[in-house]
């Protein structure tokens, strides 16, 4: 029937134009073939195989999976699908190349497990064999292929092919939790081959197999792993395929656990976002990290990974799981293995022997079951040795020691016919001790044996006094000593196996044990109480046992010599401790009462600490992390902590354990915080500089950032309010003599130490600064000096482009423009200002709220106009402020060099800059004419801007004005010092002044004066001017100048006729010389002596001076 | 590739699983729909009284259930009108763990149904090693949400079937997704 239904339905399929339906039937073959009817698959296997070759990919794609199907039913047919398998590697199309490499896995497992199972291996499974390595090789190295698609399922195969070549081993997990692993039976050909969670592995290899070496295979297996793990590193890899990997290291981890150390070394760096690839984006960085989560808590469920907690438990913090969720997930591992992890050899064969699994589960019920004596008499009826051996050993055992504790004490009391006592108990101590039990128990039974078993002579009065061994087997009494010395004993045996605890994976048990050992104070007192209850110990029980010490101190030394390995044995300790050693937990977790903590919770904690503060480096921050996640906290440990903060050496560690605590411990906040804030104001330097920056970070968060502002506001409006002695805060609490004392001065330590944390906030939060102002603004000036040096990294970290600026432009409280005066000065120094500011400070100006000293700053932002406009509200400033102003406007080029400052060259020139102040009007502008004489002293100091050339440009200029400006005689003497080249132009400027009638100008005393000057400064040259003046003049001229008159006289003289005729008569009259006579040329001195001797004889002359009166007499004389 | 098998899957496969699955069958797409909890939770009329049952209770039963228990309420608050819509799509609410059928996408609604969903799978062997891609997208449990994010759930639907081969283009729809709805999803993967 089946034959032909097959044979129809494969008629149908080849004559079947649509492919989808085609491959419906030939699903239905495939149904008959491999599942329902094995026999027929010879018949018709060649057929449905030859599908291979039809042109539809879907109809390819099914053979594939047929063959996948037929291989997994009966591996031993697989030499005859590899050749078409082979075929489907060189298709062209993608989908069915990826079908190919889905199929592989199955395959691979399949051509193995045929290999292994040969015993001769035939030239057909041995080229099958091969084949199938090829194409596993070929297949492999698709790894890096450019389709995602096909890299992933590759990915797959090798994970497969990393569990088929390498061993399983007893932690190897398994997600059937069946009974212990068993080696495999010997493969065999004709059975299917077991499904995939039932393992096949190198263990199926059998010994000195013709074709598989085992340490090749192992190689193989080892090579792909890491095959596996370079796609990790890859920055090319996609988010998909990462995922891909993950998953499968955290398999292959769990199901081989000796690549566990290298998977988690492999898989932790991926906790950080510099460990995964840069071109993830921030959705594929959190699904990684999602998944590497929960692939490292699956992976602390295993055996394997107990020595790699700790650091798993780091990654687990980077990836934002909490403590707690860690915790829990132990707790619940520990709790959950020890029922499933396999028992210990020792153990092991105990349920083996048990062939009645159901009588098992009876008795484990039984075991537990309160009404446990009625059913044991009712048992015993059904007891004999007969069918003893019938019942499970467990409960056999069980009935053995219930038995025990029924017996009487003594013989006699067993001569009452008590059958049903005595025969299943002799029955049972007789099967136990044939099974093999090693108990103490059995051993004594069977030392006498016929005395229990033979009810003839327990009857014989002769035996009577004899005692019964195996009675004793309740504990002895031990004394107090013995007691001590076994808890020793004990506990330090159970310090010693760390390593093997740690290999057999039996460290969180080791761990929970010792901790119970020392976290059970009450039982081990109650324990010494029971054994010498005559101790009236009930208060001396509440203080420390000699033991007990003696046992945290040993635990504290064990912990502190390998801190960072034990450090999760610490914790679980503390934890215990904690919990009162068990006792009251129940009470304090359900009531969630405040129930007080355990004062030996709180010795043992600060033991650690203590023992460690001598063990750690100054700066570890292990002491941070025992205190913060300490089960409970206590102000033992808080004076711990602030002790630290106070101790030059570990105050950095301090301060941070201080933060993470008011971070981290929520009801600890308040008080650290005030701690914290307390530092802040110390008057230790470093201390305080710690403090604060570990304020700043938590200003960030809004939390804090309330409290800690109104701290540092507060501490600032200490400067207004507090008198100076009471500035420096507590340093002074100790010496209280101190303060009767007259107040010192406030020093600018005491601002600094007000002020330090509310800059640090004010760098972060800008809006503080107008408060800050507000304060600054009622302080004095004693207190502002040091305020305004000690603020300007602020305003620099501040900056132009912060709007604080401007706002405080716009409000600027009264009595605190210095500050904003500094403020725009430092301000100025970084950055040129930017257009708002410029125009704020010009409104504020223009409306007289701000003086001119505020435009010194901003002056880079004026333009040519403006700044001529305000120039002489600026000369009228201060003198070092009116400095600074024209040093700005003029000595620009200091700026431009950094590259900050572009201004006056580019705005307005230094020669405008000397004209302009030559035009300020002492009357129309209000400034005294000494101030306009600095201001341009001050100018004149720049030799190397006001060049001979921008002299004789400005004194070219003064000249040509109308009314010549008042100083311009001043200037060019001045111009003269500096300058002697310019001798020459002068003389010709001052032809010009004589053209100009000088004298009948503005000010023609101040400059007539200047003028002749002038004149005797630039002598000799300069008598060609004073010969052209007019005979009145010049008769002026040497009226006020007497000294001229006779250098002058004798140069007319020493002239070449020819020359002397230019000069007019009336002139030469002045001179008192007659024009026919002729010069005496002995006495003609050289220019050169005559400018010497000018510069000699009135070298210090101000133009301003009156004239000198000494030359009256000289000019009588002559 | 052949045509994308969707699964959309929330907690108790009534509201969002639900309304994505009415709009995607609509739209003519293969999908199916699960709940991935214990069992399957309607509000009652306080918070801490939800209506609990089974999987696999048909929703005519349910509705029929809470249409006799307090018709008015459950008007009110749209349950009987969801129940109503969903009989017209399937019998019963069904458990993804007791799922047969194999799937290219599944959706799921909210993180903690992602992490279940991918619990099953990881438990069960992979036998076929057929790829499956796991998205997760948050959506709200009320019936105005469920609205939206169905037809989030479509626009991301009628993405993949646009892209000639999702496993290659996966990726890069998703990261245009989640840009383009400001959306942030979950993804992993799974084999049969």
Same mark, same amino acid.
């Given at each position: 029937?089946?034959?032909?239904?097959?044979?129809?339905?494969?008629?149908?399929a080849?004559?079947?134009?649509?492919?989808?339906t085609?491959?419906?039937?030939?699903?239905?073959?495939?149904?008959?073939?491999?599942?329902?009817?094995?026999t027929?698959?010879?018949?018709?296997?060649?057929?449905?195989l030859?599908?291979?070759?039809?042109?539809?990919?879907?109809?390819?794609?099914?053979?594939?999976?047929?063959?996948?199907?037929?291989?997994?039913?009966?591996?031993?047919?697989?030499?005859?699908?590899?050749?078409?398998?082979?075929?489907?590697?060189f298709?062209?199309?993608?989908?069915?190349?990826?079908?190919?490499?889905?199929?592989?896995?199955?395959?691979?497992?399949?051509?193995?497990?045929l290999?292994?199972?040969?015993?001769?291996?035939?030239?057909?499974?041995?080229?099958?064999?091969?084949?199938?390595?090829?194409?596993?090789?070929?297949?492999?190295?698709?790894?890096?292929?450019?389709?995602?698609?096909?890299?992933?399922?590759?990915?797959?195969?090798?994970?497969?092919?990393?569990?088929?070549?390498?061993?399983?081993?007893?932690?190897?997990?398994?997600?059937?939790?069946?009974?212990?692993?068993?080696?495999?039976?010997?493969?065999?050909?004709?059975?299917?081959?077991?499904?995939?969670?039932?393992?096949?592995?190198?263990?199926?290899?059998?010994?000195?197999?013709?074709?598989?070496?085992?340490?090749?295979?192992r190689?193989?297996?080892?090579?792909?792993?890491?095959?596996?793990?370079?796609?990790?590193?890859?920055?090319?890899?996609?988010?998909?395929?990462?995922?891909?990997?993950?998953?499968?290291?955290?398999?292959?981890?769990?199901?081989?656990?000796?690549?566990?150390?290298?998977?988690?070394?492999?898989?932790?760096?991926?906790?950080?976002?510099?460990?995964?690839?840069?071109?993830?984006?921030?959705?594929?960085?959190?699904?990684?990290?999602?998944?590497?989560?929960?692939?490292?808590?699956?992976?602390?469920?295993?055996?394997?990974?107990?020595?790699?907690?700790?650091d798993?438990?780091?990654?687990?913090?980077?990836?934002?799981?909490?403590?707690?969720?860690?915790?829990?997930?132990?707790?619940?591992?520990?709790?959950?293995?020890?029922?499933?992890?396999?028992?210990?050899?020792?153990?092991?064969?105990?349920?083996?022997?048990?062939?009645?699994?159901?009588?098992t589960?009876?008795?484990?019920?039984?075991?537990?079951?309160?009404?446990?004596?009625?059913?044991?008499?009712?048992?015993?009826?059904?007891?004999?040795?007969?069918?003893?051996?019938?019942?499970?050993?467990?409960?056999?055992?069980?009935?053995?020691?219930?038995?025990?504790?029924?017996?009487?004490?003594s013989?006699?009391?067993?001569? +009452?016919?008590?059958?049903? =006592? $005595?025969?299943?108990? !002799? %029955?049972a101590?007789?099967?136990?001790?044939? &099974?093999? *039990?090693? @108990?103490?128990?059995?051993?004594?039974?069977?030392?006498?044996?016929?005395?229990?078993l033979?009810?003839?002579?327990?009857?014989?009065p002769?035996?009577?006094?004899?005692?019964?061994?195996?009675?004793?087997?309740?504990?002895?009494?031990?004394?107090?000593?013995?007691?001590?010395?076994?808890?020793?004993?004990?506990?330090?045996?159970?310090? +010693?196996?760390?390593?093997? =605890? $740690?290999?057999?994976? !039996? %460290?969180?048990?080791?761990?929970?044990?010792? &901790?119970? *050992?020392? @976290?059970?104070?009450?039982?081990?007192?109650?324990?010494?109480?029971?054994?010498?209850?005559?101790?009236?110990?009930?208060?001396?029980?509440?203080?420390?046992?000699?033991?007990?010490?003696?046992?945290?101190?040993?635990?504290?030394?064990?912990?502190?010599?390998?801190?960072?390995?034990?450090?999760?044995?610490?914790?679980?300790?503390?934890c215990?401790?904690?919990?009162?050693?068990?006792?009251?937990? !129940? %009470?304090?977790?359900?009531?969630?009462?405040?129930?007080? *903590?355990?004062?030996r919770?709180t010795?043992?904690?600060?033991?650690?600490?203590?023992?460690?503060?001598?063990?750690?480096?100054?700066?570890?921050?292990?002491?941070?992390?025992?205190?913060?996640?300490?089960?409970?906290?206590?102000?033992?440990?808080?004076?711990?902590?602030?002790?630290?903060?106070?101790?030059?050496?570990?105050?950095?560690?301090?301060?941070?354990?201080?933060?993470?605590?008011?971070?981290?411990r929520?009801?600890?906040?308040?008080?650290?915080?005030?701690?914290? *804030?307390?530092?802040?104001?110390?008057?230790?330097?470093?201390?305080?500089?710690?403090?604060?920056?570990?304020?700043?970070?938590?200003?960030?968060?809004?939390?804090?950032?309330?409290?800690?502002?109104?701290f540092?506001?507060?501490?600032?409006?200490?400067?207004?309010?507090?008198?100076?002695?009471?500035?420096?805060?507590?340093?002074?609490?100790?010496?209280?003599?101190?303060?009767?004392?007259a107040?010192?001065e406030?020093?600018?330590?005491?601002?600094?130490?007000?002020?330090?944390?509310?800059?640090?906030?004010?760098?972060?939060?800008?809006?503080?600064?107008?408060?800050?102002?507000?304060?600054?603004?009622?302080?004095?000036?004693?207190?502002?000096?040091?305020?305004?040096?000690?603020?300007?990294?602020?305003?620099?970290?501040?900056?132009?482009?912060?709007?604080?600026?401007?706002?405080?432009?716009?409000?600027?409280?009264?009595?605190?423009?210095?500050?904003?005066?500094?403020l725009?000065?430092?301000?100025?120094?970084?950055?040129?200002?930017?257009?708002?500011?410029?125009?704020?400070?010009?409104?504020?100006?223009?409306?007289?709220?701000?003086?001119?000293?505020?435009?010194?700053?901003?002056?880079?932002?004026?333009?040519?106009?403006?700044?001529?406009?305000?120039?002489?509200?600026?000369?009228?400033?201060?003198?070092?402020?009116?400095?600074?102003?024209?040093?700005?406007l003029?000595?620009?080029?200091?700026?431009?060099?950094?590259?900050?400052?572009?201004?006056?060259?580019?705005?307005?020139?230094?020669?405008?800059?000397?004209?302009?102040?030559?035009?300020?009007?002492?009357?129309?502008?209000?400034?005294?004419?000494?101030?306009?004489?600095?201001?341009?002293?001050?100018?004149?100091?720049?030799?190397?801007?006001?060049?001979?050339?921008?002299?004789?440009?400005?004194?070219?200029?003064?000249?040509?004005?109308?009314?010549?400006?008042?100083?311009?005689?001043?200037?060019?003497?001045?111009?003269?010092?500096?300058?002697?080249?310019?001798?020459?132009?002068?003389?010709?400027?001052?032809?010009?002044?004589?053209?100009?009638?000088?004298?009948?100008?503005?000010?023609?005393?101040?400059?007539?004066?200047?003028?002749?000057?002038?004149?005797?400064?630039?002598?000799?040259?300069?008598?060609?001017?004073?010969?052209?003046?007019?005979?009145?003049?010049?008769?002026?001229?040497?009226?006020?100048?007497?000294?001229?008159r006779?250098?002058?006289?004798?140069?007319?003289?020493?002239?070449?006729?020819?020359?002397?005729?230019?000069?007019?008569?009336?002139?030469?009259?002045?001179?008192?010389?007659?024009?026919?006579?002729?010069p005496?040329?002995?006495?003609?001195?050289?220019?050169?002596?005559?400018?010497?001797?000018?510069?000699?004889a009135?070298?210090?002359?101000?133009?301003?001076?009156?004239?000198?009166?000494?030359?009256?007499?000289?000019?009588?004389?002559? | 590739?052949?045509?994308?098998?969707?699964?959309?899957?929330?907690?108790?496969?009534?509201?969002?699983?639900?309304?994505?699955?009415?709009?995607?069958?609509?739209?003519?797409?293969?999908?199916?729909?699960?709940?991935?909890?214990?069992?399957?939770?309607?509000?009652?009329?306080?918070?801490?009284?939800?209506?609990?049952?089974?999987?696999?209770?048909?929703y005519?039963?349910?509705?029929?259930?809470?249409?006799?228990?307090?018709?008015?309420?459950?008007?009110?608050?749209?349950?009987?009108?969801?129940?109503?819509?969903?009989?017209?799509?399937?019998?019963?609410?069904?458990?993804?763990?007791?799922?047969?059928?194999?799937?290219?996408?599944?959706?799921?609604?909210?993180?903690?149904?992602?992490?279940?969903?991918?619990?099953?799978?990881?438990?069960?062997?992979?036998?076929?090693?057929?790829?499956?891609?796991?998205?997760?997208?948050?959506?709200?449990?009320?019936?105005?949400?469920?609205?939206?994010?169905?037809?989030?759930?479509?626009?991301?639907?009628?993405?993949?079937?646009?892209?000639?081969?999702?496993?290659?283009?996966?990726?890069?729809?998703?990261?245009?997704?989640?840009?383009?709805?400001?959306?942030?999803?979950?993804?992993?993967?799974?084999?049969?």
């Open positions: 029937m089946s034959f032909q239904q097959v044979a129809g339905l494969l008629g149908n080849s004559q079947e134009a649509n492919a989808e085609r491959v419906e039937l030939l699903r239905q073959v495939q149904d008959l073939i491999l599942h329902k009817n094995l027929l698959l010879e018949n018709f296997i060649e057929e449905v030859n599908y291979i070759h039809d042109p539809q990919a879907v109809v390819k794609k099914f053979v594939l999976e047929f063959i996948e199907a037929a291989s997994k039913t009966l591996p031993s047919i697989l030499p005859r699908l590899i050749d078409h398998v082979h075929f489907a590697f298709s062209c199309q993608i989908g069915i190349l990826r079908r190919l490499i889905q199929t592989m896995p199955n395959l691979y497992r399949a051509a193995f497990y290999t292994c199972s040969a015993v001769l291996v035939s030239p057909e499974v041995e080229r099958a064999w091969t084949r199938v390595n090829a194409l596993k090789s070929s297949i492999l190295s698709l790894v890096y292929d450019k389709n995602e698609g096909v890299q992933m399922l590759v990915l797959k195969f090798a994970e497969m092919v990393v569990h088929v070549l390498s061993h399983h081993t007893r932690e190897s997990e398994r997600r059937n939790q069946t009974v212990n692993y068993q080696p495999p039976p010997l493969p065999s050909i004709n059975v299917p081959m077991p499904a995939i969670d039932d393992e096949v592995c190198l263990d199926f290899v059998p010994p000195h197999h013709p074709l598989l070496r085992l340490e090749a295979l190689e193989e297996g080892q090579r792909l792993f890491n095959l596996l793990v370079s796609i990790t590193q890859s920055q090319t890899v996609s988010s998909t395929n990462l995922t891909v990997v993950v998953l499968s290291l955290s398999v292959v981890a769990r199901q081989r656990p000796m690549f566990m150390p290298h998977v988690i070394a492999t898989l932790l760096p991926l906790a950080t976002r510099e460990g995964l690839p840069k071109a993830f984006a921030t959705a594929m960085v959190a699904s990684v990290h999602k998944l590497l989560r929960n692939q490292l808590f699956n992976l602390l469920k295993h055996p394997a990974s107990t020595e790699y907690h700790v798993i438990a780091d990654a687990l913090y980077t990836l934002g799981a909490k403590r707690i969720e860690y915790e829990a997930y132990l707790r619940k591992q520990s709790g959950s293995s020890s029922g499933k992890r396999p028992l210990p050899p020792s153990m092991a064969p105990l349920s083996m022997y048990s062939d009645a699994a159901a009588a589960h009876a008795a484990k019920r039984a075991r537990f079951d309160p009404t446990w004596p009625s059913q044991l008499s009712s048992l015993f009826g059904a007891f004999n040795a007969e069918n003893l051996q019938q019942f499970p050993l467990r409960l056999v055992i069980d009935l053995v020691f219930q038995t025990m504790q029924t017996l009487p004490d013989l006699a009391e067993l001569e +009452a016919p008590t059958p049903f =006592a $005595a025969a299943p108990f !002799a %029955a101590t007789t099967a136990a001790a044939s &099974a093999g *039990l090693p @108990s103490l128990g059995a051993e004594s039974v069977k030392a006498e044996p016929t005395a229990v033979d009810p003839v002579l327990i009857r014989q002769a035996l009577k006094p004899r005692r019964v061994a195996p009675f004793a087997l309740k504990p002895s009494d031990p004394t107090p000593e013995q007691v001590q010395g076994l808890t020793k004993a004990i506990f330090a045996r159970t310090l +010693a196996i760390e390593a093997s =605890a $740690a290999s057999g994976g !039996a %460290a969180s048990l080791r761990s929970s044990l010792l &901790a119970r *050992l020392l @976290s059970q104070p009450g039982n081990l007192a109650s324990l010494l109480q029971l054994i010498s209850p005559s101790d009236p110990t009930s208060a001396e029980a509440q203080e420390v046992l000699p033991l007990e010490q003696q046992l945290i101190d040993a635990m504290v030394e064990y912990i502190v010599e390998n801190v960072r390995a034990r450090m999760e044995l610490a914790f679980g300790w503390l215990h401790e904690y919990l009162g050693g068990g006792g009251p937990l !129940a %009470a304090r977790l359900r009531g969630r009462l405040p129930v007080p *903590l355990p004062r919770y010795r043992c904690l600060m033991a650690l600490l203590h023992a460690l503060r001598e063990k750690l480096d100054v700066r570890d921050r292990l002491f941070t992390r025992i205190v913060i996640e300490a089960p409970a906290f206590t102000p033992e440990v808080l004076d711990l902590v602030l002790e630290y903060c106070t101790d030059s050496e570990r105050s950095m560690l301090g301060l941070s354990t201080l933060h993470d605590l008011v971070l981290y929520p009801p600890l906040r308040k008080v650290c915080l005030q701690k914290l *804030l307390e530092f802040s104001r110390s008057d230790q330097l470093d201390l305080r500089r710690a403090s604060i920056q570990h304020l700043v970070k938590l200003y960030a968060s809004s939390t804090f950032a309330p409290v800690v502002e109104a540092a506001l507060e501490s600032v409006a200490g400067l207004v309010k507090l008198e100076p002695r009471a500035v420096a805060m507590a340093t002074d609490q100790d010496d209280g003599a101190d303060t009767a004392q107040p010192r406030i020093s600018e330590e005491d601002v600094m130490t007000c002020t330090a944390l509310l800059f640090a906030l004010c760098a972060k939060s800008h809006s503080l600064l107008l408060e800050f102002a507000k304060i600054y603004a009622e302080t004095s000036a004693q207190v502002k000096r040091p305020v305004l040096r000690q603020i300007e990294p602020l305003f620099k970290q501040i900056g132009m482009a912060s709007p604080v600026v401007l706002q405080l432009l716009q409000s600027i409280p009264k009595g605190a423009d210095t500050l904003v005066h500094r725009l000065h430092v301000l100025a120094d970084t950055a040129p200002p930017s257009r708002a500011i410029v125009a704020a400070v010009k409104e504020k100006y223009n409306t007289q709220e701000l003086d001119a000293k505020f435009l010194i700053p901003i002056l880079g932002g004026l333009d040519k106009t403006e700044i001529l406009a305000v120039l002489p509200s600026l000369v009228a400033l201060p003198p070092a402020l009116s400095k600074d102003a024209l040093g700005r003029v000595a620009s080029r200091h700026y431009t060099e950094t590259g900050l400052l572009v201004l006056g060259s580019k705005v307005i020139s230094p020669s405008d800059v000397m004209l302009a102040l030559h035009l300020v009007d002492p009357q129309r502008d209000n400034v005294t004419l000494p101030a306009i004489v600095q201001a341009t002293n001050f100018l004149f100091t720049f030799g190397n801007i006001y060049t001979q050339e921008v002299l004789a440009s400005v004194l070219q200029q003064l000249v040509d004005m109308r009314p010549i400006p008042l100083l311009t005689m001043r200037t060019m003497l001045k111009a003269y010092d500096l300058c002697p080249g310019l001798l020459s132009f002068m003389v010709t400027l001052l032809l010009r002044l004589v053209v100009f009638k000088i004298w009948e100008d503005k000010h023609p005393r101040q400059l007539w004066d200047g003028f002749v000057l002038c004149c005797e400064r630039l002598k000799p040259l300069s008598f060609q001017a004073l010969v052209s003046l007019p005979p009145a003049q010049l008769e002026t001229a040497l009226t006020d100048k007497p000294s001229l006779e250098p002058l006289t004798q140069q007319v003289q020493s002239l070449p006729p020819q020359q002397k005729i230019r000069i007019s008569t009336p002139v030469l009259a002045v001179l008192g010389l007659a024009p026919t006579q002729a005496p040329a002995a006495h003609a001195p050289t220019p050169g002596v005559l400018i010497a001797s000018s510069e000699v009135d070298a210090s002359s101000e133009p301003s001076d009156p004239p000198p009166t000494s030359p009256q007499p000289m000019a009588m004389a002559t | 590739m052949g045509r994308v098998k969707y699964a959309v899957i929330c907690s108790s496969n009534q509201n969002r699983s639900m309304e994505a699955h009415a709009l995607l069958s609509k739209k003519g797409f293969d999908v199916c729909s699960y709940g991935s909890g214990n069992n399957v939770k309607l509000p009652g009329p306080t918070p801490d009284q939800p209506n609990v049952y089974e999987f696999n209770t048909p005519n039963d349910i509705y029929a259930e809470l249409a006799s228990k307090d018709n008015a309420f459950y008007t009110g608050n749209g349950i009987l009108s969801m129940l109503d819509r969903n009989r017209k799509i399937k019998t019963a609410p069904e458990r993804f763990a007791d799922a047969k059928p194999l799937f290219d996408v599944i959706i799921t609604c909210e993180e903690r149904v992602f992490d279940q969903v991918l619990e099953v799978l990881e438990a069960r062997d992979s036998r076929t090693f057929r790829p499956v891609h796991i998205i997760n997208i948050d959506i709200k449990d009320n019936h105005e949400e469920a609205t939206v994010g169905a037809a989030l759930i479509f626009k991301m639907c009628q993405a993949f079937d646009q892209a000639d081969d999702l496993e290659v283009k996966i990726e890069e729809v998703l990261d245009e997704f989640q840009r383009k709805h400001a959306r942030t999803l979950l993804h992993s993967i799974a084999f049969y």
